[in-house]
């Protein structure tokens, strides 16, 4: 891990954020098998994922560096990024809303390569038949955080 960085626990591990000097956030990933060490620490950025975890529906409208991705994934994680808490929307949904009325595969290969989820709500997007479709974090982790949120039983 390079730059800045810290740690939120929750109920199934941590969340491992980096940001630059800037506090922009480069990176989120999750630790559920407790490879990373607890680095707390008291940044705005910390102390609103605390929340969020802990039920409060709070907007993790952190700032994030999306200058390495495509114009596409952009544009994609733009659209990804305003759907509400507890709300969900399919992959073809957010094609659309990208300007790719049929690339929803290609959303899910944005998703898969999403590398701030959580601020990039990646969870949120399901498959057209309301399964939760992927999740590089695994499906318990995804459901996990759709409960959390109110938008899966």
Not at 29 to 34: A, E, P, Q, W
Not at 115 to 127: A, K, W
């Amino acid at each position: 891990m390079g730059g800045t960085w810290f740690t939120v626990g929750f109920a199934l591990g941590k969340v491992v954020v980096e940001t630059g000097p800037d506090e922009v956030v480069r990176r989120i990933r999750f630790d559920l098998s407790g490879d990373v060490p607890p680095r707390p620490s008291g940044s705005p950025a910390a102390r609103l994922i605390g929340r969020y975890f802990s039920g409060e529906k709070v907007p993790l409208d952190l700032e994030v560096d999306l200058s390495q991705e495509s114009s596409f994934r952009r544009r994609v994680y733009q659209v990804v990024i305003k759907i509400p808490y507890g709300e969900t929307r399919t992959y073809g949904e957010i094609a659309a809303l990208a300007g790719c009325q049929k690339g929803a595969r290609a959303v899910g290969q944005a998703m898969a390569a999403n590398r701030i989820p959580l601020v990039i709500p990646c969870h949120r997007v399901l498959s057209a038949n309301g399964k939760t479709g992927g999740f590089s974090s695994g499906i318990e982790l995804k459901k996990y955080l759709l409960r959390l949120e109110g938008a899966f039983s």
